[in-house]
């Protein structure tokens, strides 16, 4: 597998604000660092688009953990899920409106499904060179072998970078 013009990310001086540096052929499997992504509006949200980047997310967060209680000890509540999945402030926000309106993406207003939202992960794609959205990628855990398929092509980066 292949992505072609795969663009490296830097940071300013300042810390805020990242920049497409150099294109790179990048070849699969690779080694890199993950990122936190913020949270996207879904089609069960119930809100347009929020006023801020806390505005209704309580709601989009529950959807998530009631997604997830399965996976969860059945002794575990709702809130309980949230506060262990969203546990960082940064877990706890829409994306910034880049470009667009707050909790949307790079694609406009196209919205993921929860459980599809619940997997985008995104990358810095060259001019061009977004994936088809929903293209399956298998992210793995050099560390210990586990792996998770995610889903691209709805958002270019910048993320939070996890270290």
């Not at 994306?95 to 499904?113: H, Y």
Request: glycine share 8%; hydrophobic share 35%; proline share 6%.
């Amino acid at each position: 597998m292949k992505i072609i013009d795969f663009l490296f990310r830097k940071k300013q001086y300042d810390r805020s604000r990242y920049f497409r540096t150099k294109y790179l052929d990048a070849q699969l499997p690779a080694i890199g660092k993950f990122v936190c992504e913020s949270h996207y509006v879904t089609t069960q949200d119930g809100v347009d688009y929020p006023l801020n980047p806390t505005h209704e997310i309580a709601r989009h967060l529950y959807n998530s953990a009631e997604l997830l209680r399965p996976y969860f000890k059945k002794e575990l509540t709702l809130t309980d899920i949230v506060n262990i999945v969203y546990s960082k402030f940064y877990t706890q926000q829409w994306t910034p409106a880049e470009n667009g309106k707050i909790g949307q993406g790079a694609r406009g207003t196209i919205r993921q499904t929860p459980w599809n939202e619940l997997w985008q992960a995104n990358a810095m794609f060259g001019d061009g060179q977004m994936p088809p959205m929903g293209t399956k990628y298998i992210l793995e855990n050099p560390n210990n072998g586990k792996k998770v398929v995610v889903n691209m092509g709805f958002e270019v980066g910048p993320s939070l970078l996890i270290t």
